[in-house]
């Protein structure tokens, strides 16, 4: 999480959608960075609201001075990243380690209810299913997002290099499968669909 509010946003940092490049490019200049623990770090709009929202008011930033602002991934994509991320060989030997697994093994296990990744539309969402996130960009428009950061906050930056990216490994999924899983995710693809 980066809250830039004096230039009229806060980025929240949706896992496995390039947020790590963000926080690494925009840091120096932010208010207030939450790096660690992850859960911290990945905190959902509804926490930040929560939690965060009041202090940067007491500071002089109410909540409507500023934008809250995140990536999002097409959710098929989203859970191919969980399963490279997961075959790496710090998770080997960990219950979580797919290395030795198909996507299409780890897609059966999140339609299961075995694996958890979370949800796009949980993440920029109040307690009532609202979306409260009022910027929204697609993975892929990574460099549209942090130009957009970049000329609010009146500075010229090169795009950000990917960081913490995934092994790569060979990806087949089936349109049925395909098909599956955004069923299992129609309220992420629903995110996905309407966002810049």
């Known amino acids: 999480m980066l809250a830039m509010a004096h230039a009229g946003f806060v980025f929240l940092s949706m896992p496995k959608t390039g947020s790590t490049a963000i926080q690494r490019r925009f840091d120096s200049r932010a208010q207030l960075v939450i790096r660690k623990p992850p859960t911290m770090k990945h905190m959902r709009a509804r926490t930040f609201e929560q939690r965060i929202a009041p202090t940067l008011a007491a500071y002089g930033f109410p909540r ?4 809250l602002v995140c990536l999002v991934r097409e959710p098929v994509d989203w859970a191919a990243s969980w399963w490279r991320y997961r075959a790496r060989p710090g998770f ?16 059966e296990q999140i339609l299961a209810g075995e694996v958890h990744l979370g949800s796009s539309a949980t993440f920029v969402s109040d307690l009532d299913g609202n979306v409260i996130v009022e910027r929204v960009y697609r993975y892929e428009h990574l460099e549209q997002a942090s130009a957009w950061m970049a000329d609010r906050l009146g500075v010229d930056l090169p795009a950000p290099d990917r960081a913490n990216a995934s092994p790569e490994r060979e990806l087949d999924v089936s349109p049925r499968l395909r ?6 995710y129609a309220a992420d693809v629903e995110v996905y669909r309407s966002a810049l």
């Not at 080997?92 to 897609?107: I, L, V």
């Open 64 to 67: 409507e001075s500023y934008e």
């Open 92 to 107: 080997e030997g960990k219950p979580r380690y797919t290395g030795g697994m198909s996507f299409e093994e780890f897609a």
């Open 179 to 184: 098909a599956r899983l955004e069923e299992h």
